[in-house]
């Protein structure tokens, strides 16, 4: 089956034009016509093989942890690792995307410490991951933690001490749960020296936002899925909403987190007038079991009933 991958984007950090393997496999599916010859499709092909080039000549760093360093010195692979951006590759539906991702992983030699994912998978197992953490931390006589732990970042160091490059299909954020923790998590990783090339069908500016109209207004929310959504507490309560804005996101959205409430102050009596109006439209439109963080040096879970 032949493929063409016109309209397809990347997001990379610059590259040069060199003859390499990668793209001579692209050439020789051409020529054996099973594939169409593209000139942007074959621009991303070397894009990707500088990627693989970076990786497989990474000088005197393990890819493989022994027993040893997994158990007393386990981060000391990644630390010693250099940053190698990768890519991420968005289109339309059957544009070849996965294709051409699935081309540049194959080229990688075994050398290199890697794995590929479709994103739900990942996703699930960074959430097994995170549940196994939370269970070894010590508990407290009430019952709960001893203390606050985040569990992103050890999950993140885990995961880096054994992959070099991690292949994403079909990354997209359709959970709540999954779009707060992408970005510690991705940080993580890429201080981590752990190299991401994934595929999408969305551009990344757009990829967890939704377009609320109303009044002849447009109210862009970053952070939201399905009937879930996420804001800073400076989106909601340090613009000049009104009440009128608070009644169509809870039209919207059944719940509602909202990160960083300040202590209100004298000197912030129209944020506290607005987050009292927020408060009252949440309640009068019943969003249920919407909870709230609050930054007081460290972060406590209020729940609204």
């Keep these: 089956m032949a493929f063409s991958w016109r309209r397809v984007q990347v997001l ?37 093989e500088q990627i693989r080039h970076q990786l497989m000549n990474e000088p005197n760093v393990s890819t493989s942890p022994n027993l040893f360093n997994k158990f007393f010195n386990r981060s000391k692979t990644s630390q010693n690792r250099r940053i190698i951006k990768g890519a991420y590759m968005h289109g339309s539906v059957g544009s070849g995307k996965t294709m051409l991702m699935d081309l540049f992983f194959n080229s990688v030699t075994s050398s290199v410490a890697k794995q590929r994912y479709h994103f739900n998978e990942f996703m699930l197992s960074v959430h097994s991951r995170i549940h196994s953490f939370k269970q070894l931390l010590p508990k407290s006589s009430s ?21 070099r490059l ?8 359709t959970d709540i749960t999954d779009a707060m923790i992408l970005k510690s998590l991705f940080t993580s990783l890429f201080n981590n020296g752990v190299t991401v090339v994934a595929t999408s069908n969305r551009h990344p500016e757009v990829i967890s936002r939704t377009k609320l109209k109303f009044l002849g207004r447009e109210l862009l929310i970053d952070q939201s899925c399905a009937d879930l959504a996420y804001f800073h507490f400076d989106e909601l309560c340090n613009r000049p909403l009104s009440a009128a804005d608070y009644i169509e996101i ?27 109006t927020l ?9 249920g079991n919407a909870p709230f963080l609050e930054k007081t040096g460290s972060y406590n879970l209020t729940m609204l009933a």
Excluded at 143 to 162: E, Q
Excluded at 258 to 272: A, F
Aim: hydrophobic content about 35%; overall charge negative; aromatic content about 12%.
């Design 166 to 173: 991690l292949c994403f299909d079909e990354f997209q954020v």
């Design 143 to 163: 019952g709960g933690s001893g203390r606050l732990y985040d569990p992103i970042g050890h999950v993140a160091s885990d995961i880096a001490t054994n992959v």
């Design 12 to 48: 990379f950090n610059g590259v040069v034009r060199y003859s390499s393997s990668l793209s001579a496999e692209y050439q020789r599916l051409v020529g054996t016509g099973k594939l169409n010859y593209d000139e942007e499709q074959f621009t991303i092909v070397e894009k990707l």
């Design 279 to 287: 408060i009252d439209t949440l309640y009068d439109h019943k969003t």
């Design 250 to 276: 809870c039209k919207a959205f059944n719940t509602i987190f909202i990160q960083d409430i300040p202590c209100i102050t004298n000197q912030m009596r129209t944020q506290g007038r607005r987050f009292i």
